[in-house]
C-alpha cells in the first residue's frame, strides 16, 4: 500500500511564500517522476512542476522563476518551494509520484490527498 501524503499549504499574503513538502511511504521499489498538480476552483488540474529521478524538472510558465521544485531520494520526498506568492497561486495543491510498488508491478501515478493554498491580503 503505497501512500503520498502533503503537508505544508496555508493561508499567505500576496508577495509571501511557502514550503509544500510530500512523503511517499509503503510498499515502494522505484520511483520515476514525483511532481505538483493544483486545482482552482472551476478550473481543470494542471501540473505546476514535475521533477525525475535523476534532477531534471519542468516547470509551468505562470510559476518560472517563482517556484523551486526539489526532491530527496533517500527520503522519497518532493518539496515546493513558493515564492513571490499571487492570488492566482490559491489553489488546492496535490502531490503526484509515478512508482512501482514491487518487482512485476507496472508504473503507476499515485496521489496525495490535496492541501489547500490560499494567497490573499
Known amino acids: 500500500q503505497v501512500q503520498l501524503v502533503e503537508s505544508g499549504g496555508g493561508l499567505v499574503q500576496p508577495g509571501g511564500s511557502l514550503r509544500l513538502s510530500c512523503a511517499a511511504s509503503?510498499?515502494?521499489?522505484?520511483?520515476?517522476?514525483m511532481g505538483w498538480y493544483r486545482q482552482a476552483p472551476g478550473k481543470k488540474r494542471e501540473l505546476v512542476a514535475i521533477?525525475?529521478?535523476?534532477?531534471?524538472?519542468n516547470y509551468h510558465d505562470s510559476v518560472k522563476g517563482r517556484f523551486t521544485i526539489s526532491r530527496d531520494n533517500a527520503k522519497n520526498t518532493v518539496y515546493l518551494q513558493m515564492n513571490s506568492l499571487k492570488p492566482e497561486d490559491t489553489a488546492v495543491y496535490y502531490c503526484?509520484?509515478?512508482?512501482?510498488?514491487?518487482?512485476?508491478?507496472?508504473?503507476?501515478?499515485?496521489w496525495g490527498q490535496g492541501t489547500q493554498v490560499t494567497v490573499s491580503s
Open positions: 521533477i525525475s529521478n535523476s534532477g531534471s524538472t
Open positions: 509503503g510498499s515502494i521499489l522505484s520511483i520515476h517522476t
Open positions: 503526484n509520484a509515478n512508482l512501482r510498488a514491487t518487482e512485476g508491478d507496472p508504473w503507476y501515478n499515485y
